[in-house]
């Protein structure tokens, strides 16, 4: 089945500690999303890569990190530096169309916890 | 920028009645308009999406929108609720730029009462 998995679904991290989620998908889709979500905030856009070895900083970039080595592949590592690192982060999938038609796709989810 | 507004956090209906979940969109350049829905401690899924071709679009699950681009709305319908429609609805804007990217509304969720 073609899809997008993100590991662990539950992460749990002490303060001042480096973490990194996972993203992977098999939909050969070319652009893959980090969005973070917060009760009552809607969705919002971290990082975003059309390329492999390519990314953009989204509308909250700082305090996290991205790499974009495989086309399958777009680890997300929130660092020390995010104040507020608590949160559900989804990844997400699209392929790339002439403009901005192409929908995307999501992945599960991973609910981080930093205490 | 484009931006998107979802009118009502929290929309509860009877089981069998109308829903109507608003959202109004602010973009200089025609957009691409898409309606997500959320279930718990889940990833998000497309119902439907507004992409030029027909201003009256159907989706998964019953689900309908209508985009008017003289109120900026698209506006997200089912006729008949049912409980299984109990969840989180997100509307997003795209547009043609180099970014496309979805912006998204903060969200409405939807109760639906026996």
């Known amino acids: 089945d073609g899809g997008i998995t993100q590991s662990p679904k539950y992460l749990f991290r002490k303060e001042g500690q480096n973490v990194t989620l996972s993203c992977e998908q098999n939909l050969n889709h070319d652009a893959m999303y980090w969005y973070r979500q917060d009760p009552g905030q809607g969705l919002r856009l971290i990082y975003y890569?059309?390329?492999?070895?390519?990314?953009q900083k989204g509308d909250i970039a700082e305090g996290y990190s991205v790499s974009r080595e495989k086309k399958e592949s777009f680890p997300l590592t929130v660092t020390s530096a995010q104040k507020n690192p608590t949160a559900f982060y989804l990844c997400?999938?699209?392929?790339?169309?002439?403009?901005?038609?192409?929908?995307?796709?999501f992945g599960p989810g991973t609910r981080l916890t930093v205490t | 920028a484009q931006s998107v507004t979802q009118l009502g956090s929290h929309v509860s209906v009877s089981e069998g009645a109308l829903v109507l979940l608003r959202c109004n969109y602010s973009?200089?350049?025609?957009?691409?308009l898409f309606w997500y829905v959320q279930y718990p401690n889940q990833g998000l899924q497309l119902l439907l999406k507004y992409t030029s071709a027909a201003t009256l679009v159907k989706g998964i699950n019953g689900f309908e929108a209508e985009f008017k681009k003289s109120e900026t709305s698209f506006h997200l319908t089912k006729p008949s609720a049912h409980m299984s429609d109990a969840a989180e609805y997100f509307c997003?804007?795209?547009?043609?730029?180099?970014?496309?990217?979805?912006?998204f509304g903060s969200g409405t969720r939807l109760q639906v009462q026996p």
């Open positions: 997400a999938s699209s392929i790339i169309l002439g403009s901005g038609q192409g929908e995307q796709y």
């Open positions: 890569s059309q390329i492999v070895n390519d990314f």
């Open positions: 973009s200089s350049v025609p957009p691409y």
């Open positions: 997003a804007v795209s547009v043609d730029t180099g970014r496309r990217a979805l912006t």
